[in-house]
């Protein structure tokens, strides 16, 4: 049941093209799904975390709908969103957006209060309290829900390809374990990780550049 590496690595390298190009098709999901998450996930966040009353009444909301396996909703996804790209991009989408909205609403809710003190000593109105101190406050959160995200992402790309799809690492996993075809699937689990690892290197890097006081993680 378990192929010998030597013949994983002749599936890697005889089916190299084809493998990177389904590759490119699940790590263009993740990427605009880590996009789109990102940006629902920082605007959450800055309900939940901005205001204790809008905190009080959405952070019960978005913990509950985290309670839903992706595996029963993905069929859903693929009904409303179709085959192709769309539902992909959602599922990523929703897998990665609670751990950002989490981590910045927790970052913007754990601002220094000596910080908050010398904004209203300073006459800083809301609006500037929050883009100059409650804001970079924030960023390390928000950096360490990214770094999370970069890894659960593909989840939910492989998850709707699995579901429903015509192309892609999942769809490739898929076809293979129908036909028994391990070494094609080890393969394929394979380039999956190696794009992993490169999304989670270049949310490392990004992150390091915009914010660079944040530490490294051990």
């Given at each position: 049941?378990?192929?010998?590496?030597?013949?994983?690595?002749?599936?890697?390298?005889?089916?190299?093209?084809?493998?990177?190009g389904q590759a490119a098709i699940t790590l263009t999901e993740i990427v605009l799904g880590l996009c789109l998450g990102t940006i629902f996930g920082v605007a959450s966040?800055?309900?939940?975390?901005?205001?204790?009353?809008?905190?009080?009444?959405?952070?019960?909301?978005?913990?509950?709908?985290?309670?839903?396996?992706?595996?029963?909703?993905?069929?859903?996804?693929?009904?409303?969103?179709?085959?192709?790209?769309?539902?992909?991009?959602?599922?990523?989408?929703?897998?990665?957006?609670?751990?950002?909205?989490?981590?910045?609403?927790?970052?913007?809710?754990?601002?220094?209060?000596?910080?908050?003190?010398?904004?209203?000593?300073?006459?800083?109105?809301?609006?500037?309290?929050?883009?100059?101190?409650?804001?970079?406050?924030?960023?390390?959160?928000?950096?360490?829900?990214?770094?999370?995200?970069?890894?659960?992402?593909?989840?939910?790309?492989?998850?709707?390809?699995?579901?429903?799809?015509?192309?892609?690492?999942?769809?490739?996993?898929?076809?293979?374990?129908?036909?028994?075809?391990?070494?094609?699937?080890?393969?394929?689990?394979?380039?999956?990780?190696?794009?992993?690892?490169?999304?989670?290197?270049?949310?490392d890097a990004a992150t390091r550049r915009l914010v660079f006081w944040v530490e490294d993680p051990a």
């Amino acid at each position: 049941m378990l192929p010998a590496p030597l013949r994983v690595l002749t599936v890697l390298v005889d089916r190299a093209g084809f493998l990177f190009g389904q590759a490119a098709i699940t790590l263009t999901e993740i990427v605009l799904g880590l996009c789109l998450g990102t940006i629902f996930g920082v605007a959450s966040g800055l309900a939940v975390g901005g205001s204790p009353r809008v905190g009080r009444v959405l952070m019960p909301l978005l913990v509950v709908s985290q309670t839903l396996p992706v595996f029963a909703i993905a069929p859903l996804l693929v009904l409303w969103f179709g085959f192709g790209l769309a539902s992909k991009v959602v599922m990523a989408t929703i897998i990665i957006y609670f751990p950002i909205t989490s981590a910045f609403a927790d970052g913007l809710r754990r601002t220094d209060a000596g910080l908050l003190d010398l904004a209203k000593l300073y006459r800083a109105d809301p609006w500037q309290t929050l883009r100059l101190v409650r804001l970079p406050s924030a960023l390390p959160g928000l950096v360490s829900g990214l770094r999370v995200a970069a890894v659960f992402a593909p989840i939910g790309a492989v998850v709707g390809e699995w579901v429903g799809a015509s192309r892609g690492l999942g769809f490739v996993m898929l076809q293979a374990n129908a036909r028994m075809q391990t070494d094609m699937l080890f393969a394929a689990l394979i380039v999956l990780a190696v794009t992993t690892l490169v999304l989670r290197l270049a949310v490392d890097a990004a992150t390091r550049r915009l914010v660079f006081w944040v530490e490294d993680p051990a």
